[in-house]
């Protein structure tokens, strides 16, 4: 978890694989043109995955790609930085730490400049790919007999084929984990590995069953070159203990200062307009409602099938008060009640979605913020959800609400190269993250313990002392 390298300020432009000149060379292969941009991610952690879409301009120099506005359609881009910068050679696979890859879906042919055709391209990640992929299937370590009618049933250790069926398209890894009592997806409501996944909702915490409506699903480029692109999960709590050890506050799972640390942003470097404004939640939920289904052996002439009906409701109350508008929570679950008792709901947990709910009522949501690829690390660059306290901000010493982490859930990731400063920039949108820590607060008492170091010798920052939920004690 220590600090991350800047972002190379080169940036590689590759077509299925093929390195695209920076200039027209001869070659004939297209010339992509800055700026580009990438927008990514949704506006509430609940709603379902939306693909990254790129949009970047080419310059066909032979007029090869513009006979037909399908040529490129199809095909295969990834933009990555130009990691030779920083001496890593990814070799022939540019994957690996990419800022996108994905496929063209669209381009279309712009007006002659310079004696040469422009092309806009656009291009989505493989998110798009699987949410458009609703092959039959599969009804993994079932008797197909009594899964009739049903398009997904997955049953016991499917990782193999999971990992098998990704891989079809061209996805190589991936991290999901969950824990539940499964219902099959019929037939006739055509549905995608991507549909089934999201709707899969519930994991084993400590041997519980667990309700999280937190989770963010996304592209994954981080990895050895055999396991890019991962399709991921990041669930948006904020875990990380902050220890006052002397002169330095760190993180506790690593002992990193959170100046060097990349989940901390310092607010002096965040990049934000000239006259920001705070805004109310776009809704105030009362109510979370887990819409589940039951599930029954039915006897036919061919013998024993499954049945389910998606028929059940469980209404759990969040808050009394009452607000204009939709105030209920409405989550489908792939749960499914069994048996002659049909309770299986029971041992459900809910506590983790309704503390999740009441978080995101009582803060206020902050305006977009940027990041800056000569201010910050990599790590604050990439198109994927995470989890960042900022510290410093000066809305905390005004508004208490805006206090505790935040989930960066979306953005639009810009390359210029005629920006002096930085050629990366990220303009994000944030989201309130649950802080799952012990969230304690020093005293003054326990501030005269750290004797190791006067006070000139430390680097607090007086925002962090807001986010310390432990004291290391020394003598």
């Known amino acids: 978890m220590s600090t991350a390298t800047r972002l190379p300020e080169k940036c590689r432009v590759y077509l299925d694989n093929t390195l695209l000149p920076e200039r027209v060379n001869g070659t004939g292969l297209p010339v992509p043109l800055s700026p580009f941009t990438i927008e990514w991610g949704v506006s509430a952690p609940w709603d379902a995955a939306v693909p990254a879409v790129l949009k970047i301009t080419f310059i066909d120099p032979d007029g090869d790609y513009s006979r037909v506005y399908t040529t490129l359609a199809g095909h295969r881009i990834t933009i990555a ?19 996108f890859d994905g496929i063209i879906t669209d381009v279309q042919i712009l007006a002659n400049d310079a004696g040469h055709d422009r092309l806009s ?23 197909e007999e009594m899964v009739q009618g049903f398009q997904w049933w997955p049953k016991g250790n499917i990782g193999p084929q999971i990992k098998a069926w990704l891989a079809n398209d061209g996805i190589n890894n991936y991290w999901l984990p969950w824990s539940t009592f499964l219902a099959g997806i019929k037939a006739d409501q055509k549905s995608s590995l991507l549909d ?14 667990t309700l999280e409506i937190n989770r963010s699903v996304f592209m994954s480029y981080k990895g050895q070159p055999s396991t890019v692109p991962s ?27 959170i100046t060097r640390d990349h989940r901390y942003a310092d607010a002096e470097n965040v990049l934000i307009d000239e006259n920001p404004t705070l805004t109310a939640p776009d809704s105030y939920y009362t109510q979370l409602e887990l819409r589940y289904s039951h599930l029954k052996l039915a006897s036919s002439s061919s013998g024993q099938l499954y049945e389910v009906s998606q028929d059940g409701s469980l209404v759990k109350q969040i808050e ?42 009582q803060r206020v949501r902050l305006p977009q913020i940027t990041f800056r690829g000569d201010l910050f690390s990599q790590m604050f660059l990439y198109c994927n959800p995470r989890v960042i306290t900022i510290i410093g901000s000066r809305f905390e010493r005004t508004v208490p609400a805006t206090h505790g982490p935040w989930a960066v859930i979306g953005g639009t990731l810009t390359y210029d ?5 930085s050629r990366w920039a990220h303009k994000v949108r944030l989201f309130p993250a649950q802080d799952t820590t012990s969230q304690g607060k020093p005293t003054c008492a326990e501030l005269k313990k750290l004797t190791a170091a006067t006070f000139g010798q430390c680097n607090w920052k007086l925002g962090a002392l807001r986010y310390v939920t432990k004291i290391k004690e020394t003598t």
């Open 320 to 361: 009394t008060a009452t607000y204009e508008g939709e105030n209920c929570l409405s989550v489908t679950v792939n749960w499914a009640d069994s048996g002659a008792s049909q309770n299986n709901i029971n041992v459900l947990d809910t506590t983790r979605a309704e503390n999740y709910l009441k978080t995101q009522n």
């Open 231 to 257: 399709l991921e999960a990041v669930y948006l709590n904020w875990d990380v203990e902050t220890v006052l050890a002397g002169a330095r506050i760190i993180t506790g799972d690593d002992g990193t200062d």
């Open 81 to 99: 930085p130009d990691w030779t910068e920083n001496g890593i050679d990814n070799g022939p696979n540019p994957v690996k730490y990419c800022m």
């Open 196 to 209: 089934w996944l999201e709707s899969v909702k519930t994991r084993q915490i400590n041997g519980t069953y």
């Open 121 to 143: 391209i656009t291009a989505s990640d493989r998110i798009y790919v699987l949410r458009n992929d609703c092959r039959k299937g599969p009804n993994w370590n079932q008797q």
């Open 417 to 421: 190269a005629t920006n002096k400063r």
